[in-house]
Structure formats: structure tokens, C-alpha cells
């Protein structure tokens, strides 16, 4: 019988091995240009990421990408000649049991793009280290689509996440940097649309002066990677930063960066202009979806040094003054941060770190203070956050 027989596709003479951590459509981009500019759906079929001539929803939409099937698995491998290891790596998976749970959403062991956003990734986020794509020739890295990551450690500089001519976004699915073609983007004051030709190769490089961040982000980068045997360790790690990071997004101030660059100051003294209020900070889901990378980095930095601090809960008075006052809004993010997905399940398995700062979220105050949705629009707005 042959391979076409079982419905496996046919075995390509030219393949281009996936750089490691390299992101399944940057990939499929580099093969349609290997294969003579297939359209990137055609290179998914011909590689077996689509089975057969079928529908090309799964890729246009994205759920190509989440979960390696074992069929699916078997059919890149038939057409590529891959290593298991090498296939299963560049799906959003690969990152269950560190910043995804070890179990998935509602205990199934399928990884989809709801399981993504409720963990704080938008699948479609795409952000640039510039001197790595030059030097792959336009491919990515799935660790870059991260909120988790910033900076490149390699190259020591900040990812870039919009076009610097025009200002549109980059999204793994309409940004090819392999081609390098000009990408549509919206006219200025106006509803039409235009072609803008800079480049997604060759971008300019913000430069990393930091050190703190860029250990914090060498840390991450080793728990993101991970070998499976060491986890559900930073599992654990990300769930305290997260904790962390929510308190942060609705509590912290551009003076609790010192030593940060101009780049995340700036962005961050932005963010705090554009959503503080007088009931306090606001912001839709929408908009927490699109934090700028130099937001992320001042939330996580700011998270980090509550929860690797020699005294957590000092840190995190430092940031929100939780233990000074048992009704404030800090306290009802946080612990809606906290009962909530993800964080729901951190009791059972997170580290102590940040214990001392939980129990004040845990006793303050609770059954006191009104309901959250009559409490303030800042503290309804942290449902927002944590129901995602
Ligand atoms: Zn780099
Ligand atoms: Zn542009």
C-alpha cells in the first residue's frame, strides 16, 4: 500500500529543518519560499499540517497550530523526514506545564487557542528580534509571541512588535519577514487602506541597558525551556509572576521602575495616563490583550522583584500598600487575580514565595467589603482581567 494510500502525504525531496523554538508559520513560510513561493495554505498541505485538499480553516484561523495530533505528527514527518521532537516543538503546546497548565483547559489534553488567551498569550502577537530575523532570513522564534518575552537575550535588544514606518502591528499570520513584501496598512485619517513597503528585515535595534531586566528575562528563558522532568517548577514560577503582574497592572507607577530604560518608563508612565481614573485604573480585555512589549516588561520586571525578593510582602507594600489598607483595590484584584483562571489552581501546586503577600488577599477584609461589582468600576474592571 502506498503512503497516498494511508493518507500520508508524499515524502519532499527539499526540506528546510525548523531553526529550535522556531514558530510552525514561520516555518511553513520559509518552505512555500524554498518551494517556489507556494501560498503558505499549499505548503501547509504539501508538509501535512493540512490533511489533504480539505478545508484551510484550521490554518487560516489558527487551530493548526496549538496542538500536535498524533496523526497530524505522523503526516509532517511522512512528507519532511522530522524528528518527532522537531514537529511537536513548534506547537503552541510545547508550552504546557510552564506557562500553560500541565493539564489544559477544563482537564483535556488538547491545546486550543481559548487555553492560550486565558493564559494571557495572544496567538497572533508577533514581535521581532531584529538581528535574529536578519540572520535566519526572515523566521521566528514561538517563545517571541510570549508576553513573557521582551528582549532578545542573545542580541541584548528590545523585540519589536509594529512596523516602525506606519505603526501597523506584525501578526503571525499577515507578517511574513521571509518575503519581506509590503504589508497592507491603514492610510493616515483615513478608512482606507495602503501598501507601506519598509521592511520587516533590517529593522532598527532598541538596545538593552538593564541588567536587571535582562537577568530577569535570562531566567524566564531557562524556565520556558525547561526539560520536562523539571516541571511543574516553573509552572509554579510563572503563576507567582502573574499574581504579581496583575497586582502591578493596576497598581504600579513609572517610580516603581528605577534602573528601567527610558523605552519602559515611557511606555509605562503612557499606559498609566491612558487608564488611570479617578476610581482608579481601567482598562477593557481588548486592551490588555494589546499591551506594548515595554508594558509587559515593566509589569513582569515589577512583578519579579516582589517575588524574588528576600521579603515579599515589603516588595509588594512597596508597590500597592496591601497590609496598610484592608479594602484596597490592590486587594480585590489581587484576589480575584487569584481565585480565578488561571490562578485558580496555584494553591495546589505554587511555590510558597508568595505566600505572605497571599494571605493578605486571602484575610483582608473579606465579607466586609461590598461585592466586587458595586465595590468601584476599577475593581469590577479586574474581572476583566482574570476571566479571560
Ligand atoms: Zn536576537
Ligand atoms: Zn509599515
Redesign the pocket.
Known amino acids: 500500500m502506498s503512503k497516498q494510500d494511508l493518507g500520508l502525504p508524499r515524502r519532499l525531496a527539499l526540506v528546510v529543518e525548523p531553526l529550535p523554538g522556531e514558530a510552525l508559520l514561520s516555518w511553513l513560510n520559509i518552505m512555500s519560499a524554498e518551494h517556489g513561493g507556494l501560498t503558505r495554505p499549499q505548503t501547509a498541505q504539501i508538509t501535512g499540517v493540512l490533511a489533504g485538499e480539505g478545508s484551510l480553516y484550521p490554518l487560516a484561523h489558527g487551530s493548526a497550530l496549538y496542538h500536535p495530533h498524533a496523526a497530524k505528527v505522523a503526516r509532517i514527518r511522512a512528507a519532511t523526514a522530522l524528528t518527532e521532537s522537531q514537529v511537536a516543538e513548534m506547537f503552541w503546546h510545547r508550552y504546557r506545564g510552564t506557562v500553560l497548565h500541565p493539564l489544559g483547559s477544563r482537564w483535556v489534553d488538547e491545546t486550543t487557542r481559548h487555553t492560550l488567551l486565558k493564559w494571557w498569550i495572544d496567538p497572533n502577537a508577533l514581535r521581532l528580534c531584529p538581528r535574529c530575523v536578519d540572520i535566519s532570513g526572515g523566521r521566528w522564534l514561538l517563545a517571541w509571541q510570549l508576553p513573557w518575552v521582551f528582549v532578545c537575550p542573545t542580541h541584548r535588544c528590545y523585540l519589536v512588535e509594529a512596523?516602525p514606518?506606519?505603526g501597523?502591528a506584525f501578526t503571525a499570520h499577515r507578517t511574513n519577514p521571509v518575503l519581506d513584501a509590503p504589508?497592507r496598512?491603514p492610510l493616515p485619517n483615513s478608512t482606507q487602506w495602503g501598501q507601506?513597503s519598509?521592511p520587516a528585515r533590517e529593522l532598527p535595534t532598541v538596545p538593552v541597558q538593564d541588567n536587571e531586566l535582562l537577568a530577569l528575562q535570562q531566567r524566564l528563558w531557562d524556565a520556558l525551556h525547561a526539560p520536562a522532568e523539571q516541571r511543574p517548577e516553573p509552572f509554579g514560577l510563572f503563576q507567582d509572576l502573574w499574581a504579581m503582574a496583575c497586582l502591578a497592572l493596576f497598581t504600579a507607577h513609572p517610580e516603581h521602575l528605577d534602573g528601567a530604560d527610558a523605552v519602559v518608563r515611557e511606555a509605562f508612565a503612557d499606559y498609566c495616563r491612558a487608564h488611570d481614573g479617578t476610581a482608579g485604573r481601567r482598562f477593557t480585555s481588548a486592551e490588555l490583550r494589546g499591551l506594548p512589549v515595554p508594558v509587559h516588561a515593566a509589569v513582569i520586571r515589577t512583578a519579579a522583584r516582589i517575588v524574588f525578593g528576600e521579603d515579599p510582602l515589603a516588595a509588594a507594600d512597596a508597590v500597592a500598600g496591601l497590609s496598610r489598607d484592608p479594602h484596597s483595590t490592590a486587594i480585590v484584584a489581587l484576589r480575584r487575580a487569584w481565585h480565578s483562571s488561571p490562578l485558580r489552581f496555584a494553591t495546589r501546586e505554587n511555590t510558597a514565595r508568595i505566600e505572605t503577600v497571599m494571605d493578605v488577599a486571602k484575610y483582608s477584609g473579606p465579607g466586609l467589603a461590598p461585592s466586587l461589582k458595586r465595590r468601584s468600576p476599577t475593581a469590577a474592571s479586574a474581572t476583566v482581567l482574570c476571566e479571560r
Do not use: I, K, V
Open positions: 512596523c514606518t506606519c501597523r504589508h496598512t507601506c519598509a
